[in-house]
């Protein structure tokens, strides 16, 4: 069956780096886009970013210029390299997937989503 496995998050001071990986199986994912998305505490899950099947990239505003998405369909593996990190970057940071990016800013239509895994911002 579908499956996407979120790894790669921890405990970082503010400034630091992460890199996430999402894993897929039980899909050709070269057909299809995988978004990444993360919740705070006591707020709605958002959209961070999203790559198409054609590698196409979008971010949301507060993220752009710190993070970067790629993929590598050869080992089924989507990742988000965050830079520059800080405190409001803190959540649980989920990915999914979907036909196309269209509406990653709330998720909508995404589905297959993982477990997620905790980025904490912290001095």
């Known amino acids: 069956q579908v499956q996407l496995v979120e790894s790669g998050g921890g405990l970082v001071q503010p400034g630091g780096s992460l890199r996430l990986s999402c894993a897929t199986s039980g899909f050709t994912l070269d057909y299809y886009a995988i978004g990444w998305f993360r919740q705070a505490p006591g707020k709605e899950r958002e959209g961070v970013s999203c790559i198409s099947s054609s590698a196409s990239t979008y971010y949301a505003g507060s993220v752009k210029g710190r993070f970067t998405i790629s993929r590598d369909n050869a080992k089924n593996t989507v990742y988000l390299q965050m830079y520059s990190l800080k405190p409001e970057d803190t959540g649980v940071y989920y990915c999914?997937?979907?036909?196309?990016?269209?509406?990653?800013?709330?998720?909508?239509?995404?589905?297959?989503w993982g477990q997620g895994t905790q980025v904490t911002v912290s001095s």
């Open positions: 999914a997937t979907k036909r196309f990016c269209s509406d990653y800013v709330d998720g909508s239509g995404f589905g297959s």
